[in-house]
Nanobody
Framework: QVQLVESGGGLVQAGGSLRLSCAAS????????MGWLRQAPGKEREFVAA????????YYVDSVKGRFTISRDNAKNTVYLQMNSLKPEDTAVYYC???????????????????WGQGTQVTVSS
């Protein structure tokens, strides 16, 4: 089992940047596929980005491609989401997620994750 704690959210103007971090507990972090999802007010939770356990593969929802970058540092048990050129529609609670199943990153939007953090609020003002 892994426990996840997100940080780095906040209020930013449109066009600005934020970097979210997710600290994971446990020695098995490096064996977990990781991802970021978000939930805007009144909407369902949606997939944002995925990264494989090795960090070799990544996958993004179309709306963030070219603006967001997911990465991980297995030595620090941390996964990141660098968000650039932020838009008001990126406003949401962002959740870090982990899964011990090693799946192709392209199937993560459908297959989901087993473990979740508590979330961090990102607000983008226009």
């Amino acid at each position: 089992q892994v426990q996840l704690v997100e940080s780095g959210g906040g209020l930013v103007q449109a066009g600005g940047s934020l970097r979210l971090s997710c600290a994971a507990s446990g020695r098995t972090f490096r064996s977990y596929d990781m991802g970021w999802l978000r939930q805007a007010p009144g909407k369902e939770r949606e997939f944002v980005a995925a990264i494989s356990w090795s960090g070799d593969s990544t996958y993004y929802v179309d709306s963030v491609k070219g603006r967001f970058t997911i990465s991980r540092d297995n030595a620090k048990n941390t996964v990141y989401l660098q968000m650039n050129s932020l838009k008001p529609e990126d406003t949401a609670v962002y959740y870090c997620a982990a899964d011990p199943r090693k799946l192709a990153v392209e199937v993560r939007p459908k297959m989901g994750y087993d473990y979740w953090g508590q979330g961090t609020q990102v607000t983008v003002s226009s």
